[in-house]
């Protein structure tokens, strides 16, 4: 079984920081890409940042310059530092990998995380 556990979220002023954590744990080989996403109320699901293992990157343009995300191959974490923050980025965060390769094959389906609850006061 893979389990992806996010740590992090909480409740911050206007302008504030926090940094998101994401573990995955389970038989993993490698984990092609990690990344982060966010459902506010009423919306979809939106894709906030990803990284591959190569350390390619991708970031929506709402949070480019104030998020940044990196990872820690070797614990198979993924981190998301969210600097100067609005309320607009109040949100659950959720955990997202995918292109696992587990006992020599690889995984098609992504693996999701419980979800961190991201919130920014005015």
């Known amino acids: 079984q893979v389990q992806l556990v996010e740590s992090g979220g909480g409740l911050v002023q206007a302008g504030g920081s926090l940094r998101l954590s994401c573990a995955a744990s389970?038989?993993?080989?490698?984990?092609?890409?990690m990344g982060w996403y966010r459902q506010a109320p009423g919306k979809q699901r939106e894709l906030v940042a990803t990284i591959t293992s190569g350390g390619s990157t991708n970031y929506a343009d709402s949070i480019k310059g104030r998020f940044t995300i990196s990872r820690d191959n070797a614990k198979n974490t993924v981190y998301l530092q969210m600097n100067s923050l609005k309320p607009e980025d109040t949100a659950v965060y959720y955990c997202n990998a995918q292109g696992l390769i587990r006992w020599g094959v690889y995984e098609r389906n992504p693996y999701w995380g419980q979800g961190t609850q991201v919130t920014v006061s005015s």
């Open positions: 389970g038989t993993i080989f490698s984990i092609n890409a």
